[in-house]
């Protein structure tokens, strides 16, 4: 019963701020590297960011210096804070959870995702 919930998303005016929240549930959270990733109309998805199990945090450069990822492993969640949206950040934004297993690959877990529109 494996689950990641995200919440937050909606509709935001360019210049503006909106928090993402994702809750998983069914897995041991504190060794699962935690990432947001996000996917426009017409393209892939791409990670936007990624906190490891151990801290370490990675953003997408299209994001750096305006997006903060945290977690909290007392709560099992995992925060995008994002400030002064653009447009080009419109998509639907999921959370992933990751886990490497070796030789036996990976354990990956995905959201079902949230709308977050940035309108000009």
């Known amino acids: 019963q494996v689950q990641l919930v995200e919440s937050g998303g909606g509709w935001v005016q360019a210049g503006g701020s909106l928090r993402l929240s994702c809750a998983a549930s069914g897995i041991t959270f504190s060794i699962y590297d935690m990432g947001w990733y996000r996917q426009a109309p017409g393209k892939q998805r791409e990670l936007v960011a990624v906190?490891?199990?151990?801290?370490?945090?990675n953003y997408a450069d299209a994001v750096k210096g305006r997006f903060t990822i945290s977690r909290d492993n007392a709560k099992n969640t995992v925060d995008l804070q994002m400030h002064s949206l653009k447009p080009e950040d419109t998509a639907v934004y999921y959370c992933?959870?990751?886990?490497?297993?070796?030789?036996?690959?990976?354990?990956?877990?995905w959201g079902q995702g949230t709308q977050v529109t940035v309108s000009s």
């Open positions: 906190i490891r199990n151990g801290g370490t945090i």
């Open positions: 992933n959870a990751d886990r490497l297993r070796g030789f036996a690959g990976h354990d990956v877990y």
